[in-house]
């Protein structure tokens, strides 16, 4: 039962256009999300993070938009460069009860096209 | 800030053997750690969380027998991959979360690739 769904397993955009990804949730309890970025034969770096409180947070180039009605997220990178190119993890934390760890998507390829 | 090493990077063991992977909180002092596994095309999994100076919890379908955790210090946390089979071939992961920064922030050590044989 996947939680937290990534359903674009690969996205290619051209370098200096926006980059959209996206993620959908189920688990009501959460209320913390994170994106994060992984380089080939490293760990996750976090990017950019989320309260449910709040509805978009910015950071740069990243900008993370949160639609709890409808459980869906996406994180915008604009404008896209090529270092931008990598796999994006979207997790999420549930609220309370010590559940403190992370669920995550299976993740998005972005890939930067020259 | 916020540097975690994870080591080896990689292993090669017969099976029946057991299998030690390290984590360290290279500039903070971490006292939870995370341990998650991934396997090819999935996602990361959270096995167990890691309590420095008492037992870890372990997910649902996480033998703690078979994944031994200990977290004897403030810096650092292993793993040990008990009597490791086939089946236990994956990548594995730690994360630390640094409580000087945002508490619901991880940081991933670079993974260890197991291949058991």
């Known amino acids: 039962d996947q939680q937290v769904k990534q359903n674009s397993p690969s996205l290619s955009v051209q370098e200096g256009r926006i980059s959209i990804l996206n993620c959908d949730y189920t688990n009501s309890m959460f209320d913390y999300f994170l994106w994060y970025k992984k380089y080939p034969a490293e760990g996750p770096t976090f990017l950019i993070s989320?309260?449910?409180?709040?509805d978009k947070n910015e950071d740069g180039r990243f900008t993370v938009f949160l639609n709890k009605s409808a459980k869906h997220l996406s994180l915008h990178i604009v404008p896209s460069q090529p270092g931008d190119s990598a796999v994006y993890f979207c997790a999420a934390k549930s609220r309370g009860g010590g559940a403190d760890g992370l669920t995550f998507g299976k993740g998005t390829h972005l890939i930067i096209q020259p | 800030g916020a540097v975690v090493s994870q080591h080896p990077s990689r292993v090669i063991c017969k099976s029946g053997t057991s299998v030690k992977i390290e984590c360290r909180s290279l500039?903070?002092?971490?006292?939870?750690m995370f341990w998650y596994r991934q396997f090819p095309k999935q996602s990361l999994m959270l096995m167990a969380t890691s309590n420095e100076g008492s037992k870890a919890t372990y997910e649902q379908g996480v033998e703690k027998d078979k994944f031994l955790i200990n977290h004897a210090s403030l810096t650092l946390s292993t793993l040990t991959v008990t009597s490791a089979h086939p089946e236990d071939s994956s990548f594995y992961i730690c994360?630390?979360?640094?409580?000087?920064?945002?508490?619901?922030?991880?940081?991933f050590g670079a993974g260890t690739r197991l291949s058991v044989l």
């Open positions: 994360s630390a979360r640094d409580p000087q920064l945002a508490k619901n922030i991880q940081y």
């Open positions: 500039d903070f002092q971490a006292t939870t």
């Open positions: 989320i309260s449910s409180i709040k």
